[in-house]
Nanobody, 127 residues
Framework: QVQLVESGGGLVQAGGSLRLSCATS????????MGWFRQAPGKEREFVAA????????YYSNSVKGRFTISRDNAKNTVYLQMNSLRPEDAAVYYC????????????????????WGQGTQVTVSS
């Protein structure tokens, strides 16, 4: 079992940056591949980024590649999402998620792979 708490969301102008954090507690953090997903009003939740258990492998959706960076600090039990060059279409509730079934070096892009979810943090981007 792991608990996840996101923070760092807020209002930012287009072109600006935010860094989301997801602090975890419970089972050993390095046991989990981690992912970020987002859901905009009226839309389905979508994959944003994922990182393997020790950070050696990362994946990004095409819409954020080159602008967002996922990272993790296993000593701090925290995963981050650095978001640069934000666009109005990036506005959504962002969720972090933990996947305890993925082997070292692997991370999933499908939300069904993830066992645990945070409560989400709102990101608003003004144009």
């Amino acid at each position: 079992q792991v608990q996840l708490v996101e923070s760092g969301g807020g209002l930012v102008q287009a072109g600006g940056s935010l860094r989301l954090s997801c602090a975890t507690s419970g089972r050993t953090f390095s046991s989990y591949a981690m992912g970020w997903f987002r859901q905009a009003p009226g839309k389905e939740r979508e994959f944003v980024a994922a990182i393997s258990r020790y950070g050696g492998t990362t994946y990004y959706s095409n819409s954020v590649k080159g602008r967002f960076t996922i990272s993790r600090d296993n000593a701090k039990n925290t995963v981050y999402l650095q978001m640069n060059s934000l666009r109005p279409e990036d506005a959504a509730v962002y969720y972090c998620a933990a996947d305890g079934s993925r082997g070292v070096g692997h991370a999933g892009t499908n939300e069904r792979m993830y066992d645990y979810w945070g409560q989400g943090t709102q990101v608003t981007v003004s144009s």
